[in-house]
C-alpha cells in the first residue's frame, strides 16, 4: 500500500472518538472504503475493508467488496 494511503487512513484513524464503538466502526468503513477506491486492486485493503464492514455488521457491503476482490482469473 502506498504512503500516501496509509497517511490518509492514519489521519482518519486518529481522529476518532474511541469512547464511542458504533463511531468508530461507521468511520472505519468508510476509511477503509476509500482507501480501496484509491487502489483496487490492493488485496490487502480488499481484505481489511471487508473485515471493516463485517465488524460493522454491513454484511451487503462485505458481500459486494467480497465479490469485486475476486481476480478475474480466478477459475474455482
Do not use: C
Not at 484513524?13 to 476509511?31: A, E, Y
Not at 486492486?41 to 467488496?65: I, P, Y
Amino acid at each position: 500500500m502506498s504512503f500516501e494511503v496509509w497517511e490518509d487512513v492514519s489521519d482518519t484513524h486518529i481522529k476518532l472518538s474511541p469512547n464511542d464503538d458504533g463511531f468508530i466502526d461507521r468511520d472505519m468503513v468508510t476509511m477503509f472504503e476509500e482507501a480501496y477506491k484509491k487502489q483496487p486492486t490492493n488485496e490487502d485493503l480488499g481484505a481489511q475493508t471487508f473485515f471493516a464492514n463485517v465488524r460493522a455488521s454491513n454484511w451487503k457491503s462485505a458481500h459486494q467488496v467480497s465479490i469485486l476482490s475476486v481476480p478475474d482469473s480466478f477459475d474455482g
